[in-house]
Each structure stands twice: as structure tokens, then as C-alpha cells.
């Protein structure tokens, strides 16, 4: 069993930046590859980025990869997500995902564990 735990989500204003954060435990943290995907009001929850389980690779949905950076700390069983120029479409909460088996993810049924959210909230 892996437990996540995302922190990091608050108010900020249109242009500004936030830093997510994800703590895992449960499990040898490298073994894992880390997903953050979000959900906004209304909305399906979709994918944001995914690192793979030594850091190596990384990927983004097509509307955050100039502006949003995921990296992790395997020696502190952390992973984060750097948001730049944040815009009031951005609001939404935000989900941090651990998938135990091979290969990096898109899609939330190919994660097996799944933080409780974090907040995050853009204002014009």
C-alpha cells in the first residue's frame, strides 16, 4: 500500500507560481513512477505530467509543458510539480498518482494509488 500526500495548493493571482509537493511512503519510492493529474470545477480530471521512476523522463499534457515542471527527490520519497504563470484556468485541485508497473502513464486507470488533492486557486 503507498500513502500520498500533496501539499503546496493555495491562492495565488494570475501570473504568479506555486509549488506542489507529494510525499509518498509505503513502498520504495523509486520503484514508483509519479503522475500529477488535476480536476477543475465541472471537469473531468485529466493528465498533467508524469516522471518516470529514476527522474530520467518526463512528459506533459500539451497545455501545461511550457509552464509546469514535475521533478521528484527519491531520497526524500517526494515529487513535485513547479507551476509558472499560473492563469485563472489553472484552478482546479490537484492529484498526485504512484503506478507500481512498468513504463510511464497517461491516463488515471493506469495508476494505482492516488493522493487525497491539493487546492489550487488563480485569481484574475
Known amino acids: 500500500q503507498v500513502h500520498l500526500v500533496e501539499s503546496g495548493g493555495g491562492l495565488v493571482q494570475a501570473g504568479g507560481s506555486l509549488k506542489l509537493s507529494c510525499a509518498a511512503s509505503g513502498r520504495t519510492f523509486s520503484s514508483l513512477t509519479m503522475g500529477w493529474f488535476r480536476q477543475a470545477p465541472g471537469k473531468e480530471r485529466e493528465f498533467v505530467a508524469v516522471?518516470?521512476?529514476?527522474?530520467?523522463?518526463?512528459t506533459y499534457g500539451d497545455s501545461w509543458k511550457d509552464r509546469f515542471t514535475i521533478s521528484r527527490d527519491n531520497a526524500k520519497n517526494t515529487v513535485y510539480l513547479q507551476m509558472n504563470s499560473l492563469k485563472p484556468e489553472d484552478t482546479a485541485v490537484y492529484y498526485c498518482a504512484a503506478r507500481v508497473g512498468l513504463g510511464v502513464a497517461y491516463t488515471q486507470r493506469s495508476y494505482d494509488y492516488w493522493g487525497q488533492g491539493t487546492q489550487v486557486t488563480v485569481s484574475s
Open positions: 516522471i518516470s521512476k529514476s527522474g530520467g523522463y518526463t
